[in-house]
């Protein structure tokens, strides 16, 4: 499994690149700016694109679906939820209004326990409901990608429509925390004082964590 973490817009979302050794097939995970370069470089890398995958439907880590698709004709693949919560006319307005292009309806949508598989790799789904009602992270041998749930240090909000800080402390503690320690955690933003961590550490360190 190969794993690139790139820094894509103005909203610091890391963006992740994961393909497979062997076949070269390869996802994305929020490709939420840089679309062309992004492109350019898994084309350089003789990668195929067989999907984007959204970590939530929050216009700052979808808005680079629509680019990337039309570049690469991969699929969308996004929780059900979200995908349905993000594309009403009030939704594409906001994001319209925060300077985001409005992402296409999921080519796929995905639910808790499903599996995504790329080449040789399999991602599974975890619904992690609370910063946004259909977020997920994606946890592939040892590596977890947390989207706005778990940052490196601190967490995703919960004062947002569609939040809810119950749940999400919910999930945090009984489908994260369970994992096992040194589990490699992707954040979805740079705001931690370095780009990833473990659930260990954050576990011991994390002070929003509350355990
Ligand atoms: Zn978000
Ligand atoms: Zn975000």
Not at 90 to 104: C, L, N, T, V
Not at 136 to 143: A, E, K, P, T
Request: glycine letters at 10%; aromatic letters at 8%.
């Amino acid at each position: 499994m190969n794993i690139e973490q790139i820094k894509v817009g103005f909203m610091d979302v890391f963006c992740y690149l994961v393909s497979c050794r062997k076949t070269k097939e390869a996802l994305l995970i929020d490709p939420a700016g840089n679309e062309e370069e992004l492109v350019d470089h898994l084309q350089n890398k003789g990668l195929s694109l067989k999907y984007i995958v959204n970590t939530h439907g929050h216009a700052d880590h979808t808005c680079g679906n629509e680019k990337v698709k039309e570049l690469t004709g991969a699929k969308i693949i996004m929780h059900e939820i979200d995908d349905r919560v993000f594309s009403t006319p009030e939704a594409y307005a906001m994001a319209r209004q925060w300077g985001f292009a409005p992402s296409p309806r999921a080519d796929e949508t995905v639910q808790d326990g499903d599996i995504i598989v790329v080449g040789n790799l399999s991602l599974q789904v975890i619904h992690t409901p609370g910063h946004s009602p259909g977020g997920i992270c994606l946890h592939s041998d040892g590596n977890l990608f947390t989207g706005d749930t778990l940052f490196v240090g601190g967490i995703g909000r919960t004062d947002l429509p569609g939040s809810s800080h119950e749940q999400f402390m919910r999930s945090i503690r009984e489908k994260l925390l369970a994992l096992p320690p040194e589990t490699v955690v992707w954040p979805g933003h740079d705001y931690g004082m370095k780009p990833s961590s473990t659930i260990g550490y954050e576990k011991a360190t994390n002070p929003w964590l509350g355990v």
